[in-house]
């Protein structure tokens, strides 16, 4: 399967997370699934980056691939972040430094609801890329980017 067409499909199941979801039985998290992806609300109760952006009231839900049990990607807000992973199953990896190099560099930092963001923003101010605390597993690359740039 192409990028741009998993592309798609998470727009369509962030579309149904969105406009539709279901509910988990246990916690009552928001959920929706389309075509192998699942968008599942943060839960609050975790101790993790996000979930305490969460329970600072912001949209925090994580995007899985379930054939793979793939975390790949992450919601914050309106913006919808893909993991680097996922672009390495599909290009090679001298390409994506070569495209997206410029991108982690010159990160400013800022703190909200106590997590640490570094971010690469736009010419809006949006983070185009993201790290929390400083970690790599916690990083994503804004899916617009990625469609402009990749796609």
């Given at each position: 399967m192409t990028l741009a067409s998993q592309v798609e499909d998470?727009?369509?199941a962030i579309k149904?997370?969105?406009?539709?979801?279901?509910?988990?039985?246990?916690?009552g998290l928001r959920k929706a699934a389309y075509k192998g992806w699942l968008v599942l609300e943060q839960n609050p109760k975790r101790d993790s980056p996000y979930a305490r952006l969460h329970r600072a009231g912001i949209d925090v839900a994580h995007l899985i691939h379930q054939e793979d049990d793939l975390f790949a990607g992450f919601l914050i807000r309106?913006?919808?972040?893909?993991?680097?992973?996922v672009l390495e199953?599909?290009?090679d990896p001298q390409i994506l430094n070569e495209t997206l190099t410029r991108y982690f560099e010159d990160m400013q930092t800022d703190t909200v609801a106590g997590v640490r963001l570094?971010?690469?923003p736009d010419e809006k101010g949006k983070s185009m890329v993201i790290r929390l605390e400083d970690r790599n597993i916690h990083m994503g690359i804004r899916l617009d980017l990625i469609?402009?740039?990749?796609l």
């Amino acid at each position: 399967m192409t990028l741009a067409s998993q592309v798609e499909d998470i727009k369509q199941a962030i579309k149904k997370y969105r406009q539709n979801p279901g509910r988990t039985s246990k916690l009552g998290l928001r959920k929706a699934a389309y075509k192998g992806w699942l968008v599942l609300e943060q839960n609050p109760k975790r101790d993790s980056p996000y979930a305490r952006l969460h329970r600072a009231g912001i949209d925090v839900a994580h995007l899985i691939h379930q054939e793979d049990d793939l975390f790949a990607g992450f919601l914050i807000r309106d913006n919808i972040y893909l993991k680097p992973a996922v672009l390495e199953q599909h290009f090679d990896p001298q390409i994506l430094n070569e495209t997206l190099t410029r991108y982690f560099e010159d990160m400013q930092t800022d703190t909200v609801a106590g997590v640490r963001l570094q971010y690469h923003p736009d010419e809006k101010g949006k983070s185009m890329v993201i790290r929390l605390e400083d970690r790599n597993i916690h990083m994503g690359i804004r899916l617009d980017l990625i469609e402009r740039v990749l796609l």
